[in-house]
């Protein structure tokens, strides 16, 4: 079985694992404050073409989402976000437990736009009887969406500006953030992200890394006191030597960019191969996952050898799957895909 | 500077970070459903002398303590330790951020006594406004103890008694409980806290592992539903092979037996040195942590070349301090330091 | 002006401050045990036809939603309710707070069905993935719902087969229950929500009390240790006889029917006046509450000596708006009212 | 049986029922944003010599704690209060249940120094792990205690000092501060509290009130939004009218002062009279509550006669035990009590 149905089904890139070997007996302090962790910060202080901003480093997407979003909301404050996006869908009511509404905005291909931010606000601050309903406190964005799409530099500035009209930080959600900075089309960089966001977070879990994140924070209102949150919230490792040293091999000869282009080359030879036999896609996705919309009966020839993720019903006799790459995907068993998808039946 | 600090300023077991590279290109399933955990966890199963518990791995000690007691107590329940409890002290509320209140008792050597969990159940429920107070919803207590102290089987099965009569689970918090099994004296085995516990861990993080914890779940009203939970909090790490392969290795050849005796043989040496000096110890410890009280000029004596950790002022004149060995100190390090220590000064 | 926008907008029934001077000198016992709330249960069994139901007194309806959800959930679960509930939209993010996330269901005229209930849970327990999704944990009911529509004896018993199917409690929100009980077509009594629901509670604030919500609890797995909650959400009056008396004055006599059916009968009077004129009505209600859709030119006419309460634009020109009667309504008002429509333009 | 257990255990003063009933007929709007709220706003704005305080008004102790601190914490923040705290030990973990740990310190009669607040918040932040501990976000005060005793200007002002040198927000639980205000030796007004307090409240319940408490913010960061949590904790009353009208008719014509000074006259008489026969007390209380230390015998000649309330033993033969008084304790009650401690047997 080949497996194209996530992008975190592999260890970590060879030279991470080298480092860790070469590393191991050193002796270290533990929760962050170690060389390789500062080592990290200063390679992404570098890339985000900001030397003041401050950088955290947690284990996993949920523990950074719910640690965030803690961080910045008022108890009676909520989060804006697509109806399509994680916190909303697939982290177990990691942010109502921590006391916190998510309140969707109906989504577009994984998106929202300013227009419906503003006219959320609006309506809120409107509502004669608004202390009866949730404060909008921050906007929740994903780059790439859940869906694989991007906000362009134009959208991105626009939802930035309503947020900073209405005094809303805006923090973005970057688990696939390489695959976003990698993919055709995109016309925003790291610097970008660190002037339009209030804090964001750069994957490493589903690129390159055994496990990790960094979070990025350009607020300086957002700054103070976050590690006590890490630390109450159980994301503050013990060895965190482990999560800079990852950082720091990845960001160290471009290897994070490197190995993010090499995933979206991939993913776009499938879509191309799915989009020469006249299949179409539930989303218009230029990153690591794609979303083609299949028969029954082209589902069962190719899950034969490929692994695949269902998705969602389109009609009885087709549905939407998904297939990713990532940075471990091999070229030769996406060549094995690319001839299938070409013997496979179209009528 | 030779660090005797802390317990977890190293790496990994070589045999682990050996197999991590063998294992790199695997793709297996995420969230700890691939064949690594479910090794794992057969191994577990067999040292507990239990086929029916429940094991699930998480990622460190803070996670591991607020998942599971928010998993156990209902929201008008409260959590009785000791005084000096890691999530009394140490974890920067984690566990009033899931709504509970920690209960502390009196301690002594970091330990508490069934007859003072017994004293205050009886006192909640003749309390006749008893409904104005935290109910005691659970108990918790670690092995050994942050002192380095251990139950004998004596007060953990009186312990684990007063629970089983007052219908009160008993969890208990093993990050060192390697070392507390390695311990001269110790009359406890992992059957033995299957078998009295209604849930503990088995501590990776700093015995061996680059970071993990293993929740043993032995009572049937606490299993079911524990992985949305692990979810919920962010324990759930998408490559959950990691934390399988990590236990797995440890527990494969008795290795984690085998590191455990190295660390705590270390600590007896230096134990003994201290007390040939007339060294008195703030806690009688026969595990990996040595608590000397030493006069400021032995302190300083010391501290020219090995770190150690200030503890607590014990007169104007001396405190004391705490020397930790773990399953990678090296015995040459430990040569040095009882030369050293034969040299100090003492009045 | 004559104020029809809301059914909380007087004090209370003349028997209750009749009864509160009569009583003001006595010394009770505080927090629920005295012997006006004993007999006030007493009552409330009585008409539940069921001996063994638990009453609590609570002060208001967030209140008592938020310290019953909080009671019955385990910290994975959410509450499945219509998209119009009242927790999910008008109680500034209540539920959230104690942790749990609202899940909402499209709603019909503010009713959910059975159907709907049953595909929620099918779909969350087929999922591969449920972990990752918050698990329904209990049903959320508003009777009248907030649109003034009823649950037929039909559909609250499918519903309630659904929940005890699945074993998930249902809960239903009598704020303003009276006004259910006594509407035309309405088919349900007080004892068939004590045997349908696992806990309900019977509106005071609405319907004749100062202030004042009584939970009935009929499943005896939610009976044990409410009153910690109560007390930890600040839900426990200190002088609970003000609420027992309150109950125990609404419920002799069949005050609180008497007053329920004068708030229906002028309400439908409202409504048929409005027919007559060939007005339409956003929602069928046959309670307190009625919805009919102006025009501008209708609602600045009207509005000149009657207050009501804006609900929602219908199209460029028009708006439903909600006109409300209560237990404390004129029948002289209302004929004003009638009056007034009659000479309404009507194009 | 003649009842001193508590100060809490009848109606309200006749003046409050008499307005009830000359007002039950009026529409007025509800959630506190009445003619009746704002007449007493401005009554406590006048009082308090500070026309910017925001007030707002809730129904009980436990929830204005539970509201007011978690409009203040942030999420990593717990509170400083002295062990015997209301907070601490008779909510039920209503501070918890918002996420915050109580942070008790040691007190005497109820009371806590400026001393040992900078102790605790030096001792925080000189510690390098202060990450992993709570960080202290704000003093909780009660005035009187809950032991009967009153901070002196000189000592407040002292905590007061403290708190803005460290910038943490000073909050006082005023539930019975009426009898504070009244008490000899008090040299603190409702003046004083607004300057040396962020936030603090006026308790109706146990002084003339049915139920209801005035909080008085004038800390301008603690203002925005607090209405949100009131919505949110359930605290915001539908007929906020009730509130309004209580606290308006308590604070015309001097009622909160003069009922207040009546209960703390008859303590007195109370105090002396079991002085005179050589008892001594607990706690030195100029208030309204009473801690004489009585033999079993003593306890059980009075118990035929009087209710008074078991507080804690002091020896085999001895417990110390509390009596109130309040607003509408009877003169004619005390002196009969007077009589029978005259003929107490003391040995």
Redesign the interface.
Known sequence: MI?FE?D?????H?AI?QR??E?????????GEDPYCESARKKIRALCQNETVDVHFL??????N??VI??VL???Q?VLCADTGHIN??????I???????LPLPSRNGKISAGQVQAALEAHWKDE?H?????PGMVFLAYPTENGTLYSREELTALSDVCRRFHLPLYLDGARLGYGLAANGGDLSLADLTKLCDVFYIGG??IGA??GEAVVISSDTLKP?F?????????????G??LGLQFDTLLEEDRYGTISRHAVRLARMIHDAFAQKGISFLYPSPTNQQFPILSKGQQAFLSRKYAFCPWEPVDENHDAVRFCTSW?TREEDVQALLADIAQMECP
């Open positions: 497996r996530c975190y089904n592999t260890g970590a060879p694992l860790l070997l590393t191991n007996e050193e002796q270290t302090p533990g929760y284990m996993g997407g949920t523990q950074t719910l640690t803690a961080a008022r108890p009676w909520g869908v697939h982290e177990s009511g990691a109502e437990a921590t006391g916190h509404k998510v009887n202390e009866h309903t949730v404060q879990t589903k055994l496990f006191d590690r006590y949150l890490m630390k109450q919230r159980g994301g503050m490792l013990a060895k030597r482990l471990s």
